[in-house]
T-cell receptor, first 118, second 116 residues
Framework: AQTVTQSQPEMSVQEAETVTLSCTYD???????LFWYKQPPSRQMILVIR??????QNATENRFSVNFQKAAKSFSLKISDSQLGDAAMYFC???????????????FGKGTLLTVNP | NAGVTQTPKFRVLKTGQSMTLLCAQD?????MYWYRQDPGMGLRLIHY???????AKGEVPDGYNVSRLKKQNFLLGLESAAPSQTSVYFC???????????????FGDGTRLSIL
């Protein structure tokens, strides 16, 4: 079974600074997807960014980018120019790319609570 | 565009009571999921469905039942609520693999359920 580990229960960053959230995962599969979801106090689960394992290029979405190291099974999220609205719980998630409905489930890490200080 | 809608948003039950959580999606997604979120645990899959009339167990299915009689709806039932089922419940939906293999899941806003 796959596992996802977020080793930082809490992080803080100054507004306008850069912060990196860590995520490691364990899998024996070669084809999979990785996601970062943001959960603000409103409780919504918002997709921030996704990465296909077969792609070597790191995904980027505006101020959000990832550092995907497949051999090391590491998938960190970098937030540049942090804003107050970035304050939230961030979850790293894994999904297998093999066929079958059960492999569409997401395996989540326990989350990292990000505080942005003005 | 409503996306994924969960009802109710909050509910308090007494031990032994039953209730049904409703999830509705208007994106014509084939797959639907129920997760529970507990402090320090992340989200864990309870049950899922790959199409109308089909359901399957996830990681933590005990004490729950589900039904998917219509493609757009996925119901989660608690037959005899227990305090251990106090949690925040999330419904999600996604397209099937046939639509493209990297389809993300879209989540509802969650239901906070307390069992006394």
């Amino acid at each position: 079974a796959q596992t996802v580990t977020q080793s930082q229960p809490e992080m803080s960053v100054q507004e306008a600074e850069t912060v990196t959230l860590s995520c490691t995962y364990d899998t024996s599969e070669s084809d999979y997807y990785l996601f970062w979801y943001k959960q603000p106090p409103s409780r919504q689960m918002i997709l921030v960014i996704r990465q296909e394992a077969y792609k070597q290029q790191n995904a980027t979405e505006n101020r959000f980018s990832v550092n995907f190291q497949k051999a090391a099974k590491s998938f960190s999220l970098k937030i540049s120019d942090s804003q107050l609205g970035d304050a939230a719980m961030y979850f790293c998630a894994y999904r297998s790319a093999t066929r079958g409905g059960s492999n569409y489930k997401l395996t989540f890490g326990k989350g990292t609570l990000l505080t942005v200080n003005p | 565009n409503a996306g994924v809608t969960q009802t109710p948003k909050f509910r308090v039950l007494k031990t032994g009571q039953s209730m049904t959580l409703l999830c509705a999606q208007d994106m014509n997604h084939e797959y639907m999921y129920w997760y529970r979120q507990d402090p320090g645990m992340g989200l864990r899959l309870i049950h899922y469905s790959v199409g109308e009339g089909t359901t399957a167990k996830g990681e933590v299915p005990d004490g729950y039942n589900v039904s998917r009689l219509k493609k757009q709806n996925f119901l989660l039932g608690l037959e005899s609520a227990a305090p251990s089922q106090t949690s925040v419940y999330f419904c999600a939906s996604s397209y099937s693999r046939a639509r493209g293999s990297n389809q993300p899941q879209h989540f509802g806003d969650g239901t906070r359920l307390s069992i006394l």
